[in-house]
C-alpha cells in the first residue's frame, strides 16, 4: 500500500493533474478579481464599508468635480486672467528661466565667468528677452488649453455645484444660495473657512481628505464650493455601492479558497518537483530544463506585461478570452517557475546562466591568450579571432558588423569630444569639464585633463586669493598705522600752541600711548615679516611644556586677574615634553593669550588642554569671544584680521598670523576653529625623542 501509495504521489498523471488544478486557481483568482475591479466597478475595500456616505465610492463622486474647481478658482479663473499671464506659477517661470539659462546662456561666449551669477543672469534676461517671451507665450497657451478642458470638463459632473472666488463663477444650475444647496439630501459645503457636510456620517468618511486637502490648497477668503445630491442620483448608487459590496464580500471568499488551493497545489509541485519518488535523490531533467535562467527569469518578468497586453480591450466584451489567455500565460510561467525550483534543488540557479555562461568562457579565453605568450601573440589571437568570430556569426552578420561600426563610432565620437573640449580649454574656459563614460583610455584622458583644469583653475583662484590679501594686506596697515599717526601730528600741533602745563601734560602722555601703539604695530609688523620669511633663527630642544605654560601663566597673573578670567589648565598626570625652541614656543603662546586678553568674553572660563597623540602633542586653547565671529577660520588667519570687525580693539591683527608661522618654521602645525562664538587655537608639536636634535639651522 506504502508503495502503490508513492507510486501514485509521484505518478506524471498525478503532477499534471495538480498543475491543471494550480492553473486553474490562478485563473478563478483572476477571474474574480476582473469581475470585481473592471466589469463591476466594484471595489474589494468596500466590504469594510458600513454606509454609503462612509465609503469611497462617495467621495470619489465629488473628487474629480472639486479638483477640477479649485483649479479653476485657484489658478486659471478667466481666459482674461490667463492671456494677462498671472496664472504662469513663479516656480514655473523660474524654472523656464534657469532652463535656458543654463542650456543655452551659461555655455555660450555671452556668459561672462568674471561676473557673478546674479551680474550674468541679468545680462541673460535682456540677451534672451524673445526667447523668453516665447515662453511665456507657450505657457499662456497651455494654460488655455487646460483651462477649457476644465471647463468642458464641469459639463459631464451629474452633482449640482456652485463655485465662487468673489469674482469669478462656475456652476451647472441656478442655485447660488447656500439655503438652496441644504434642502438637498447630501451636500457639500465650503464658505470661506467653514465646512459642512450632510448626512453627518460623511464626516467619519476616512477618505473625506481627499476633497479636504484639495480646498487647503486655495485661498479660502471670499472662496465657496457648494455641492449637492439629489435624492435620485444617491438612490442609484446607492444601489450600485450595496451590489458591489455584495460581489465583492462573495469574491472575497472565493480568491481566498483559490488562494489556499493554488498554495496545496504550488507546495506539492515543489516537493515533488525533478524526483520520482521521496527517496529519490537525484534530480531528473527534461530537454526543456536547459532552458538559461536568466532567460528564464526575464521571461517570466515578460510575462505580466504580456498578459496586460493581451487582454487590455477584452475586459468587457469577450470575458472567455481573458480566460483562455490567463489560463495558458499562468501555464507557462508556473512552468517556468518550476524549472527554476528544479536548479535550485540542483544548485545551479547561477551556474545555469546565459551571463555566466559567456563570462566564464570569456575569462577562460582571455586568460588562455595571456598566458599563450606575448603581446604579438595577443594581437594576432585578436586579428584571428574578430573574423573568426563574424564567419561563425555569419547568420548575424549585418549585426556583428553593426556592433563593431557603432563601437568604432563611438571611440571616434568619444575622441572628438576630447578635442571639441580642449579647444573650448584652450580658449579659456577652465570650467568646462569633459566628460568620457567608461573606463577606456578615452575616460583616463578626459580625466587628467579636467584634472589638468583643475589645476589651472585652483592655480588662478589662489592668485586671485592673493591679490586679494595684498589688497587688504594694505588697507589695514594703512587704516592702523594711520589712526596714531594721526593722533601723533594732532597733538604735536596742540603742544605748539598750548600754554595751560596741565593739558601739557595730557597731551603728552596721549602722544607717548599712541607712540607705544606705533611702535607696537611696527614691531608686529617687522616680526611677521620675519617670521613669514622664515628668517628667524631656531634653536630645537627638549621643552617641557606643562612647565612652560604654568610659569608663563603665573608672569600674567595680573593680567588674568584684571579681566577677570578663569583659566583652567588642563595636562596629563605624566610629564611630556615637544621638540620646540622656547623663546619661539613661548612668543606663540603669548601672542595666543593675548589674543585671549583682547578678545574673550569677560568673567568667563578659558580652557588650556594639552594632550598627548602618540608622536605629537597638542596644546589647545579654547575660548568664548566677546565679540560676534561672524567670519571664518581661514580669514581670522590673514594678517591684520580681527575678530572685531569694527577694529576698535588694541590688537594689531598679526597674533595669530605671526603665530601660525613660528610654530610652522618649528616643524609643528598650527591651526584654529570658529564654532558660534567658540574661538578655538591648535598647536601640534613633535613629540620629543630620545634621539638627537639637529638644529635646522
Request: hydrophobic fraction near 40%.
Amino acid at each position: 500500500m506504502d508503495i502503490k501509495l508513492k507510486s501514485i504521489s509521484h505518478s506524471i498523471i498525478t503532477k499534471m493533474v495538480v498543475f491543471i488544478i494550480a492553473i486553474l486557481c490562478v485563473t478563478g483568482m483572476v477571474q474574480t478579481f476582473v469581475e470585481v475591479e473592471i466589469v463591476n466597478d466594484g471595489n474589494f475595500g468596500s466590504i469594510t464599508e458600513d454606509h454609503y456616505f462612509e465609503s469611497s465610492a462617495y467621495i470619489q463622486e465629488s473628487e474629480g468635480l472639486i479638483r477640477d474647481l479649485t483649479l479653476l478658482l485657484g489658478r486659471y479663473k478667466s481666459e482674461e486672467f490667463i492671456l494677462s499671464g498671472k496664472s504662469i506659477r513663479q516656480d514655473e517661470w523660474n524654472s523656464v528661466e534657469n532652463d535656458l539659462f543654463y542650456s543655452e546662456f551659461q555655455p555660450s561666449r555671452d556668459y561672462q565667468h568674471e561676473l557673478d551669477e546674479n551680474k550674468n543672469f541679468e545680462i541673460f534676461k535682456e540677451e534672451y528677452k524673445n526667447e523668453l517671451a516665447q515662453a511665456k507665450e507657450q505657457l499662456i497657451k497651455n494654460d488655455l488649453r487646460q483651462y477649457h478642458m476644465l471647463s468642458q470638463n464641469l459639463d459631464e459632473y451629474e452633482p449640482l455645484f456652485y463655485a465662487s472666488d468673489g469674482i469669478h463663477e462656475f456652476a451647472n444650475s441656478t442655485r447660488t444660495k447656500k439655503e438652496q444647496f441644504e434642502t438637498a439630501p447630501a451636500y457639500m459645503l465650503f464658505d470661506e473657512y467653514k465646512r459642512e457636510f450632510y448626512p453627518k456620517e460623511t464626516e467619519e468618511n476616512q477618505h473625506l481628505h481627499w476633497v479636504t486637502e484639495q480646498m487647503d490648497e486655495l485661498e479660502l477668503e471670499n472662496t465657496v464650493v457648494f455641492i449637492a445630491f439629489s435624492e435620485s442620483f444617491l438612490n442609484q448608487k446607492m444601489e450600485e455601492w450595496q451590489a458591489g459590496k455584495a460581489i465583492a464580500t462573495t469574491s472575497l471568499y472565493k480568491i481566498v479558497a483559490y488562494l489556499v488551493g493554488f498554495v496545496l497545489s504550488f507546495i506539492y509541485l515543489v516537493t515533488v518537483v525533478g524526483r520520482r519518488s521521496f527517496q529519490d535523490q537525484a534530480l531528473h531533467f527534461r530537454p526543456v530544463d536547459k532552458l538559461y535562467n536568466d532567460v528564464n527569469l526575464a521571461l517570466c518578468f515578460l510575462l505580466f506585461p504580456l498578459w496586460i497586453v493581451m487582454v487590455d480591450d477584452v475586459f468587457r466584451n469577450m470575458a472567455i478570452m481573458i480566460l483562455i489567455q490567463t489560463f495558458l500565460i499562468a501555464a507557462v510561467g508556473l512552468s517556468l517557475i518550476l524549472i527554476l525550483v528544479k536548479h535550485i534543488k540542483n544548485r545551479t540557479l547561477f551556474k545555469h546562466t546565459l551571463l555566466y555562461t559567456l563570462i566564464s568562457r570569456l575569462v577562460k579565453f582571455i586568460g588562455d591568450v595571456y598566458k599563450s605568450g606575448n603581446m604579438a601573440v595577443k594581437t594576432v589571437l585578436i586579428v584571428i579571432g574578430y573574423p573568426i568570430l563574424i564567419a561563425l556569426t555569419f547568420f548575424m552578420f549585418p549585426i556583428t558588423i553593426g556592433i563593431a561600426a557603432w563601437f568604432a563610432f563611438k571611440k571616434v565620437k568619444a575622441f572628438q569630444h576630447i578635442q571639441e573640449g580642449i579647444e573650448i580649454i584652450k580658449e579659456g574656459n577652465l570650467h568646462h569639464r569633459i566628460e568620457v563614460g567608461g573606463n577606456g583610455e578615452f575616460a583616463r584622458l578626459s580625466t587628467n585633463v579636467n584634472s589638468i583644469t583643475d589645476g589651472l583653475k585652483k592655480a588662478v583662484d589662489n592668485e586671485l586669493k592673493s591679490e586679494r590679501l595684498k589688497t587688504e594686506l594694505i588697507t589695514n596697515v594703512s587704516h592702523d598705522i594711520r589712526n596714531p599717526l594721526t593722533s601723533i601730528i594732532t597733538y604735536v600741533d596742540l603742544l605748539k600752541h598750548e600754554k595751560d602745563q596741565a593739558k601739557v601734560g595730557e597731551y603728552i602722555e596721549v602722544l607717548d600711548q599712541k607712540a607705544q601703539r606705533l611702535k607696537l604695530l611696527t614691531d608686529d609688523l617687522f616680526e611677521a615679516s620675519k617670521a613669514s620669511s622664515g628668517s628667524i633663527p631656531v634653536t630645537l630642544e627638549k621643552i617641557a611644556i606643562v612647565s612652560l605654560i604654568t610659569q608663563g601663566l603665573g608672569e600674567l597673573n595680573d593680567k588674568i586677574e584684571a579681566t577677570g578670567l578663569d583659566i583652567k589648565l588642563n595636562y596629563p598626570q605624566e610629564k611630556v615634553y615637544v621638540t620646540a625652541d622656547g623663546r619661539l614656543l613661548w612668543r606663540t603662546i603669548e601672542n595666543l593669550l593675548s589674543n585671549i586678553f583682547n578678545y574673550t568674553l569677560p568673567q568667563s572660563r578659558v580652557y588650556i588642554d594639552i594632550e598627548d597623540l602618540g608622536d605629537e602633542i597638542r596644546i589647545s586653547f579654547k575660548n568664548i569671544s566677546a565679540y560676534e565671529l561672524n567670519i571664518s577660520a581661514d580669514e581670522l588667519m590673514e594678517r591684520f584680521k580681527r575678530g572685531d570687525e569694527s577694529r576698535n580693539s588694541q590688537g594689531s591683527g598679526l597674533g595669530l598670523s605671526i603665530a601660525k608661522n613660528l610654530i610652522e618654521i618649528q616643524k609643528g602645525k598650527f591651526e584654529i576653529l570658529v564654532d558660534g562664538d567658540l574661538f578655538k587655537a591648535m598647536i601640534y608639536l613633535p613629540k620629543h625623542l630620545n634621539s638627537n636634535i639637529v638644529n635646522p639651522n
